[in-house]
């Protein structure tokens, strides 16, 4: 595998269900990131993980939780989700985070669906 | 607040040239980005800009200007395979990318 790797890519759940994403990256990176993408609206970020410690968290509702267990891999879990968060959830990787050029590399998303 | 602002979709024709063009008020600036979105797939670099002027790559090319607070991204040559969403991003001054909400650009034949 190479560049960044998303699982499952496509998610439908009831809003009562708990469920995981995953993120991988082979970039040897050490910053991770979780973005929401809805239609027609900007990138909006969700949470940042810099030497795996948490560095931004843009007031993200709880029901979503990150975690980092080391540089290469990033999870969102899922639970009690509503409607309104139906979109595509990308994950990004970049060397570092916060400081300087900061190109970051994108895995393809998880379509999620909340019924 | 922050904010930046391009057009929601535009339309060529194959063989043509296209500007699309991306405006921003933001806290400090540290570069500009542009990637390359095609439906159902990842974001993909396409370039970066830190200072003023032109930087040219094959048939994309994009420009800066820091005092206008504008950038463009000129594609020459239209293919078909050009039809894709193209986001412009700023780095702001603790190094955070603020997106904008892309562009869809439409190739007709």
């Known amino acids: 595998e190479t560049g960044v790797t998303q699982t499952p890519r496509h998610l439908v759940m009831g809003m009562t269900n708990k469920k995981s994403l995953k993120c991988e990256q082979h970039?040897?990176?050490?910053?991770m990131y979780w973005y929401k993408q809805s239609a027609k609206k900007p990138l909006e970020l969700m949470f940042v993980y810099n030497f795996k410690e948490q560095t931004e968290n843009n007031s993200v509702p709880s029901r979503f939780s990150p975690e980092c267990p080391n540089s290469s891999h990033l999870f969102l879990h899922l639970h009690t989700l509503q409607p309104e968060d139906s979109a595509l959830y990308l994950c990004?990787?970049?060397?570092?985070?916060?400081?300087?050029?900061?190109?970051?590399?994108f895995g393809p998303g998880t379509r999620l669906t909340v019924l | 607040g922050q904010n930046i602002d391009q057009p929601t979709e535009m339309t060529a024709t194959e063989g043509a040239i296209v500007q699309i063009n991306c405006t921003y008020q933001?806290?400090?600036?540290?570069?500009l980005f542009w990637y390359q979105q095609h439906a159902g797939e990842a974001p993909t670099f396409l370039s970066y800009?830190?200072l003023d002027g032109l930087e040219e790559k094959g048939r994309f090319s994009s420009f800066l200007s820091r005092s206008k607070g504008y950038s463009y991204l000129l594609l020459k040559e239209l293919q078909m395979k050009d039809s894709a969403s193209y986001l412009c991003a700023v780095l702001d001054s603790n190094y955070q990318l603020i997106w904008g909400a892309g562009t869809k650009l439409i190739i007709k034949p």
């Open positions: 990004a990787s970049s060397q570092e985070s916060g400081t300087g050029y900061n190109e970051q590399f």
């Open positions: 933001t806290s400090g600036f540290n570069g």
């Open positions: 970039l040897g990176h050490n910053a």
């Open positions: 800009n830190v």
